[in-house]
């Protein structure tokens, strides 16, 4: 702590205590945007998450469809191969980096304060900085579209004379196409997007790995977290030793660009297969910062459906760490064609078979839950099931890749596009989708009517499979991904004209659980606080929680300690600590994340700008790189604030 | 779930055509296509063995443990937390079923990682025309570049160079040295092998013997850029007197439409052009060598066309398809169709951004871009490339 702050009175309840050392005063608006902006709750944080996440799942599946409307039929002229090639590119990174981490961030900010008994995370601030650096970041990567259409207009013209301005160098842009000489602006975009939304992922994951070591109420042990607080601890360890490698790359990518370094480049002495090397090692990982807060979702809904605890607590938190750890040891099975030698095939192939096992324990586990119990089928659970079905044939055809020969006809491949999907919808997506179900009457206090929920799941899951199961036998028939158009005499007509209509069922589905939502959310029923007679601590304080989570911090004694504060012994009560005459100490809201992380967009667009050729552009890329530096210093000095609450107690479970 | 079922077994049936189609490798005809199809099976089968037993287990546990209509609501099932012993014997099981998937992919990665020791492979065996000093002892070996977005061969033992189409001898390892020009690309013809990256700075290889004599369709694999789809190659497996037959037809160069020598055409051509005859070949190979610099990129061995940026056309006319393989002109039987080949050959250089949106021969400077070849121009051309295929074609 600085001295600013020891000067700054924190506990003393005086009227100007928001004012900092240089007379900044901290924003306490508690409706209209600027409560949204300036807001460091973790429940509101989260509730931004969720919103801009399902607003990219949207854009991602309407990319999604054009793309399959291209290939519904051979040799379509639809849309350009250009055009082609900047969608699939937008549709990975924005169904990774903008739908799925994000959406997972969102039950991380919501769920994991909550189910440890905290008042908010470790760095409330931090945590509002993360989510606008988010935004920022998708800000970058999607206004390329609008240069892209003022392009068309003719309003706005590249330097290079080149008209892709929309990232077109696919999701994983591998070197040397990503150089200057192969791909114009977008690139610049692409790059700079990711890196940003990589500043904001880091600052979120190290805040949760603080807020769950340091932030748990009394009595809840290690051993005691909810699964789902376990996995998003695995989760952000794997985000703070994965994203470093991508930013190092993204780096090197920016200066070869820019300043001529020769990183990637042949001509100047580099190597393409470094580029790849250091995106695997974060891309591997990523896919399991993908699953995991899935998996630790899915291990909360199980046993409230069941009615049993999770079986193998232990052994599925061990195996999610495992995972984890293996995950970092398996990144050149993406690499099996590039000529990695006898010995790097052969270990890397071994490798990835071993996270089968670890990962076939978490499926045994829940079926080991379900096992014994007595199954309701809500909307969570339908969903769940589904998860554990669909991700279990992602799982094998994942078997099939790891055998380095079979792959090397696999790779690249419609039969890739299929397996990568059945664990990214059938795993992440139908246990986020079960997650926001299940914890929907918590966050909005509304339960839903009628059966359009259990219809959105049933279709969802019928789309999927008719839209991925067939792309394994276009894979075996031998199309390759990324390619925008097929000769007729392939064979690939039919199969492709089905895979098209699935996609649309698929979507079809997705606007079935919006509209559910929608409607809960205007038309829902009171839900209570615990609508399903679940187990973990979030669900004994009101639905919606108040601003301050807990009235008197909770003290726990047991794992599923709201289970058997309902239904356990005396001494397995939830206790609690009185929070004496201070109350509850609250953190100020402050504009100041929300400027560090402007700072950024107008940096990264500045930057792509330059590329373009446009003049000053370099000074307004200092400029905003100034608004960041600004913006931290300022939220050093604005002081912590805060301020104290004394609610009545009501609400304290009994 | 008789739904999915129903999914299942549709697109069983929908599939049934596409399995057999031309680039399929479930369709093997060579020795490392075979070895990883076997592979595949065997992962397949194990894993159908695994979503068997588990995913019937899943079912079952789902179905029995519901709750029941007549069940109190406030009765809890039992609590139990789990069984090590379950767990480990599950766990036991796993890694026992990856064992049976582990050994033959380490096997099977060793053979396909090392040049198979095959005497009647080594090229003396089986071709006793010319060939480099000490080649009779080697395989043959087949310099694969690829280029955005085409691919050119180069036999260096036997001195020729092809593009988009090769040929190989049936039954014998051939040894595939592979090089990229600008982006990475990647070599696959699924029927005779997987794939290998042709990556910029780095020298792979792969070996691969066509067991069975026919046309193979191959296609880049790896995405690079904006024509990537287009990107495709054929592979002809041949009997050994056909590929001998094949290797002589491409070391011949093509007679020049008119005078006795390529020299003596380029020389009329040029200081003389009212002495030409005036047919539509003699002016596309006048228009070839002279205002449509098309030798800036293209060769014609043996005459004074000697460009290295785009696909060797010494005898284009002979091939199958243009444009890598995106335009076909072969008939059912892979014999060359000629009015299609004809129609190709005038639409490719007449339209070529069209077609492949980004190809060099568009857009490099003084490329097809800058040049105004009018429709006639292009109609002498094509008749032009017509002539460029072996006599005895």
Known sequence: ?654 | MPLRLSIISLTLVLSGCALDGRQSFMDPRGEVAWLQYDLFMLTVYVTFGIFIAVGGTLLWTVWRYRERVDDDPNEHPPQSHGNPLVEFVLIAISIGLLVIIAIPTVSAIVYTHGMPDEPDSLLGSYYHGDMSDGAEEEVLTIYAYGWQWWFSFEYPQLGIVTGNELAIPKGKVVRFELRSKDVIHSFWVPKLAGKVDMIPGRNNWMWLRGDEAGYFFGQCAEYCGESHAYMQFRVEVMEDDDFAEWVEQQRQTPPPPQEESWQDFVVLAARAPEKLVDEPAVRGAALFYGRGACIQCHAIKGTPAAGLLGPDLTTVASRKSIAAGWMEHHNDDFTINPERQYENFYRWIRESEKIKPGNLMYHVSGGMRDINLSDQDCHDLAAFMMTLRPDSL
């Open chain 1, 1 to 654: 702590m600085s001295t600013a702050t020891s000067t700054a009175p924190l506990g003393a309840e005086k009227a100007d205590e928001n004012r900092s050392l240089i007379g900044l005063r901290r924003p306490d608006h508690t409706t209209g945007l600027a409560d949204w902006l300036t807001t460091v709750d973790h429940k509101k944080i989260a509730i931004m998450y969720a919103i801009f996440s399902l607003a990219f799942l949207v854009i991602g599946g309407i990319e999604a469809l054009i793309i399959r409307a291209q290939l519904a039929v051979a040799e379509n002229q639809l849309i350009t191969a250009e055009v082609y090639n900047q969608l699939f590119t937008m549709h990975g990174t924005t169904m990774v980096f903008l739908a799925v981490m994000p959406l997972s961030a969102a039950f991380f900010n919501y769920l994991v304060p909550l189910q440890i008994g905290a008042r908010d995370v470790a760095f409330p601030r931090l945590n509002s900085f993360s989510l606008w650096t988010f935004v920022a970041g998708a800000i970058i990567l999607n206004i390329s579209w609008l240069f892209q259409a003022a392009n068309l207009l003719g309003w706005f013209n590249p330097i290079d004379g080149r008209s892709d301005i929309v990232p077109a160098v696919g999701w994983f842009g591998y070197a040397p196409y990503t150089d200057t000489a192969y791909s114009g602006i977008g690139t610049d975009f692409w790059i700079l997007g990711l890196q940003v939304l990589g500043i904001g992922s880091l600052a979120a994951a190290f805040n949760f790995i603080v807020t769950i070591f340091n932030m748990r109420a009394p009595g809840m042990l290690m051993m005691r977290l909810p699964v789902f607080t376990w996995m998003t601890l695995i989760t952000s360890f794997l985000i703070i030793f994965a994203f470093p490698p991508l930013t190092v790359a993204l780096g090197e990518l920016m200066f070869d660009r820019y300043f001529g370094t020769s990183f990637f480049r042949v001509e100047g002495g580099g190597q393409p297969i470094l580029w790849q090397h250091l995106f695997w090692i974060f891309g591997h990982p990523e896919v399991y910062i993908l699953i995991l807060p899935a998996m630790g979702i899915i291990s909360e809904i199980l046993p409230v459906f069941s009615r049993k605890p999770l079986f193998g607590y232990s052994l599925i938190i061990f195996s999610g760490a495992v995972i984890g750890f293996l995950g970092f040891a398996v990144w050149s099975h993406h690499m099996f064609t590039t000529g990695l030698g006898t010995v790097g095939t052969a270990a890397f192939s071994l490798l990835t078979m071993a996270i089968a096992v670890p990962t076939g324990v978490k499926i045994f586990n829940w079926i080991g839950t379900l096992w014994g119990g007595k199954i309701r089928f809500d909307v969570p659970m339908i969903y769940g099931l589904g998860f554990i079905w669909m991700f279990m044939m992602g799982g094998f055809s994942g078997i099939m890749h790891s055998s380095a020969p079979a792959d090397s006809q696999q790779h690249d491949t419609y039969f890739v596009v299929a397996h990568f999907h059945y664990v990214l919808i059938g795993g992440s997506i139908l246990a986020l989708l079960a997650g926001l179900y299940f914890w929907f009457p918590k966050v909005t206090g509304r339960m839903w009517q009628g059966k359009l929920g259990h219809w959105s799941a049933i279709v969802i899951v019928i789309g999927l499979n008719w839209t991925f199961f067939p792309m394994h036998y276009l894979g075996m028939a031998g199309m390759p991904r990324r390619t925008h158009t097929y000769l007729e005499g392939t064979g690939w007509q039919a199969l492709n004209f089905a895979v098209t209509i699935g996609a649309f069922i698929l979507a079809v589905g997705i606007l079935m659980f919006l509209i559910d939502m929608l409607r809960t959310y205007r038309k829902g029923v009171p839900a209570g606080n615990d609508p399903w007679n679940a187990r973990t601590l979030e669900w004994s304080i009101p639905s919606p929680p108040p601003v301050h989570n807990f009235d008197r911090t909770p003290v726990v004694k047991a794992r599923d300690a709201f289970w058997l504060h309902k239904f356990g012994t005396v001494d397995q009560k939830i206790g609690s600590v009185d929070p004496g005459a201070h109350g509850v100490h609250m953190p100020s809201k402050s504009w100041m994340p929300l400027l560090t992380s402007s700072g950024f967009l107008v940096f990264g667009i500045a930057m792509a700008m330059k590329s373009a050729g446009v003049p000053l552009m370099g000074y307004l890329a200092i400029t905003g790189l100034s608004i960041t530096l600004i913006g931290i210093y300022l939220w050093a000095l604005e002081g912590p604030g805060g301020y104290h609450l004394h609610p009545e107690g009501e609400h304290r479970p009994h």
